[in-house]
Structures are given as C-alpha cells and as structure tokens.
C-alpha cells in the first residue's frame, strides 16, 4: 500500500526553509521592484537578486522543474508542486527559484526536441537565468483554434522566411529569443503542417509593434507583445524538432506549464484565505467579531473546502506526471486542474476582498490584483471553455452508449433483473408464505 499524504521529512525541511526565505527576503522584493521580473536587471537589483539565487541554488531547490542533466535537482512534479504553491504566494519567488513562465515550458521544449547546437545557444543561458526567452504562438484572429494561424514560414535556400502577425507574445520585449509556431505546409492538415521555430528577438523584420498591457498597465508599456514578422529569414538550423511537428511540441510545453500555473494558484488562494481569515478575526461591527457572523463563516468555509479540494486535486495530478511521464495520458486532469483554476482564486479572492470591506477594493490591498489573476488564468495556455471540452472528451471515453430504449439505470429495469436474478429464493419464500 503506497497511497500517502506525507512529505519526507528531508524534503519538508526545504519547504520550510523556501518558506521562511520566500517571506523574509522575496516578499520585500514585490515592493521594491514591482513587476520588474522580466526586464533586464539594474546594478542595484544584481545586488539584492543575484545573492538570493545564489543561496537558491546552494539549498540545491534551483530550476527543480529540470533533471539533473539540465542543472536541475530532477524532483518531478509532486516536489516542484509542493515547492511551487510556496513561491505562488509572490511575484518574484519563481524568477529567484529558476521556474518562472514561461520559460520553464520554453526550456522544456528546447530541452526535448532542441539539438545540441540549439542547447548550447538558448537552453543553457536560459537555465543560468541569464536571459529571457518568449512563445509566439496565439494570432490577432486566432488564438484558442490554432488551425486557424497563418503566420507563415516558406524555404528560401538553406533559409526559412517567416511573415505574418502573433499576439500577446509575453515578454517578447525583454526576451532574447521567440519560439515562433508557422505554417510550413498549407497543403496538409494543420496538425501536421506546422512546425516551430527559434527566432532571435534582433533579427531584422522582427517587429514588435505594440507592448499590449493588463488591465491597470499604461497602454503600450505591457508586456504582451503584438508582433509583425515581416520577411524575418532564419537558417534552417532554427527549426526546432521536425517539420511539421508544432502541435505535439506545443502539447508539450503547455501540458505542463499549465500544471505549474495551478501548483502557484494555490499558493496565491491560500495567501487570499488567511487574509480573510485574519480580518475575520480582527473587525467587530455589530456586537461581534466578522469571525461569528454566519456569513463569514460561510465564507470562510467554502473558501477552505474550494482550495483543499483544489490542492489535493493538484498534487494528484502532478503524482499521476510523475507516475506516468506521460503528458497525454494525464491529459484529462491537467485540463480539470486548468478549469477549476481561475474560479478558486477568483471565489476566495473575491470573498476576502468582501470581508475587508472598502479596503478590500483599494489599491493598497491586493484583491482586485488577484481576481485579474484569475481571469487571467481562465484564458493564457487556452480558454476554460476549451479545456472543459477537452475534459467531457476524455471522460466520454470511458463510457458506452446503449441501444436499449430505457437507461441502463431504469428502475423497472433493474427490478425486472433483480427479480429474476434471484429467482429461486424468491419464489420459494413466497411459497412459504
Ligand atoms: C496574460 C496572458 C498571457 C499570454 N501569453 C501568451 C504567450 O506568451 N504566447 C502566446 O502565444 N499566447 C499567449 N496568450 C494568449 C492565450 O493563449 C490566448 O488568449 C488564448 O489561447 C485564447 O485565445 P484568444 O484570446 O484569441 O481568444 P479566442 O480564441 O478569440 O476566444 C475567445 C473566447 O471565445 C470562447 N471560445 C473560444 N473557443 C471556444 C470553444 N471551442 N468553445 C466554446 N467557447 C469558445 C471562450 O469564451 C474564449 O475565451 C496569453 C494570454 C494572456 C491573457
């Protein structure tokens, strides 16, 4: 019997301490450098940053998404579960930890299909944390029906030409390279008709026309790049895997970085419930404490069985990863975990700003960030309503349709079986009667 709900006390030990160094020295972080993730590094921030990743990584919990042969520590999912919902909490903990997206599904990608030259050049500064790195995948026409893309790569020579138009590439300002996702053959299927490739973000007719910005962000100083390629030539050896092999890639990539999106949403509805939590038992109003009133309590009830239902589901899902080493076969809960995502944050997130009252909607308390958060994550790696699909597929799969006119489950069905199945003893007894 192998089913266990126990962290070794080896590896717990390390959580405890990510758990102390994330609060004490990243939290801080969030505030003194605000959304600066993923820009290039100020001299002042090298001071403060550089010696946190180098404690990181003296701890050994550097890049642990990675096996050992790519500077990883080869934990699998379940470890980098336990260890993600701990760096969720904040916005730097991932960047200081090695396992920021996206360029954890990025090096994924590289790490899988890329060949040696192809390491060398991106995987390994990009595993140093050395540089940033973007997947231009999603079109200003198209983004939850990738056969839709027409962004289009055509042999030149020894070269590959690419033009056309992507959309919400993040950090494609600040990133060194772009996995970009092209049209190689119109004349198959789009599943077996694109392939991607790795792109340098200097090379001539990469434009970036727009830094398309969230909600709250200054237009055109966002992140998520609009990008036109226009004749942007690349030498074959930028093609990453086989022709024509863009979907199962990109399977890949976002198989688990969706995963790694659900492992830190934990980590941001827990910080959301014990601040719920803590209020609740703070304000009086009324003669009581928040804490007493049976609406709060509701509040607080469904927010906890939500997010350890959540967890759980979570931590399973990364078992199964592990277990199997096989994202298509863990597809169904991958997609689950995606689903039921933005709704647990955006429930818990939401009743904690309730219960702070006008605080709770102020900016300077984190609420509303937390509820973007949660539309966010209801539409990057694909919307909810896709993924629900995906999920009524797959469990449709393990069912069978009957040619009965009545339901299997019909109770006169079942009598009328019943019935007969015991038949004997049945009859017997009424004859004894
Ligand atoms: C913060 C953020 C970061 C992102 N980063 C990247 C990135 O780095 N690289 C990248 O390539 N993309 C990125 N994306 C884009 C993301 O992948 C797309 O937004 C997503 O795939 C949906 O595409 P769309 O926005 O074009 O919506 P559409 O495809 O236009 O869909 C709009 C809506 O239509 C409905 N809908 C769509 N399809 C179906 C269906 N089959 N059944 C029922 N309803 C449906 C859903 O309500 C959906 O939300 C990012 C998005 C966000 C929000």
Redesign the pocket.
């Known amino acids: 019997m192998t089913w266990d709900f126990e962290t070794d006390p080896e590896y717990q030990k390390k959580l405890d301490w990510a758990d102390d160094f994330v609060r004490e020295e990243i939290e801080p972080l969030d505030f003194v450098f605000p959304h600066k993730q993923f820009v290039p590094m100020t001299d002042e921030m090298r001071k403060i940053i550089d010696p946190l990743k180098d404690e990181v990584r003296r701890q050994g919990l550097w890049a642990t998404h990675l096996g050992p042969e790519l500077g990883g520590q080869g934990f699998g999912q379940l470890k980098l579960a336990l260890l993600n919902e701990i760096l969720g909490r904040t916005l730097w903990a991932s960047n200081v930890f090695g396992t920021q997206a996206?360029d954890t599904g990025n090096a994924e990608i590289i790490a899988h299909y890329g060949t040696p030259e192809q390491k060398a050049r991106y995987l390994q500064p990009l595993l140093d944390g050395e540089c940033f790195s973007?997947?231009?995948?999603?079109e200003p026409h198209?983004?939850?029906?990738p056969t839709l893309f027409t962004t289009q790569a055509v042999k030149d020579g020894g070269e590959w030409v690419i033009n056309g138009w992507?959309y919400?590439?993040?950090n494609a300002k600040t990133a060194s390279f772009l996995i970009v996702m092209a049209v190689t053959n119109p004349d198959v299927s789009p599943y077996k008709g694109m392939s991607m490739f790795l792109v340098p973000t200097d090379t001539p007719g990469v434009n970036i026309v727009r830094n398309v910005g969230?909600y709250g962000e200054a237009i055109n100083e966002g992140s998520?790049a609009l990008i036109h390629y226009e004749d942007v030539r690349v030498p074959e050896e930028a093609l990453l895997g086989g022709e024509g092999q863009a979907f199962v890639i990109a399977q890949t990539r976002l198989g688990g970085g969706r995963i790694h999106h659900a492992m830190r949403t934990i980590g941001m509805a827990q910080k959301a419930l014990d601040m719920m939590c803590e209020r609740a038992l703070s304000r009086q109003t009324a003669g009581s404490l928040l804490a007493d009133k049976q609406f709060v309590q509701g509040y607080i009830a469904d927010s906890y069985a939500q997010l350890v239902q959540f967890r759980l589901f979570v931590l399973y899902t990364a078992w199964e990863i592990d277990k199997y080493n096989d994202y298509k076969r863990v597809r169904k809960d991958i997609a689950t975990a995606k689903v039921v995502m933005p709704t647990v944050l955006h429930d818990i997130a939401w009743r904690a700003m309730q219960v702070h009252g006008a605080l709770g909607t102020t900016n300077e308390m984190p609420f509303f960030g937390m509820i973007h958060g949660a539309g966010?994550m209801g539409?990057?790696?694909?919307?909810t309503?896709?993924h629900k699909?995906t999920v009524a597929r797959q469990v449709l799969r393990d069912y069978r349709g009957t040619d009965n006119m009545w339901p299997t489950a019909w109770i006169p069905g079942k009598l009328e079986a019943a019935k007969a199945k015991f038949a004997d003893v049945l009859e017997l007894e009424v004859g004894n009667l």
Do not use: W
């Open positions: 996206p973007s997947y231009s995948m999603t198209a983004g939850a029906d992507k919400f590439s993040s969230l998520h966010v539409l990057a790696d694909g919307p309503e896709v699909v």
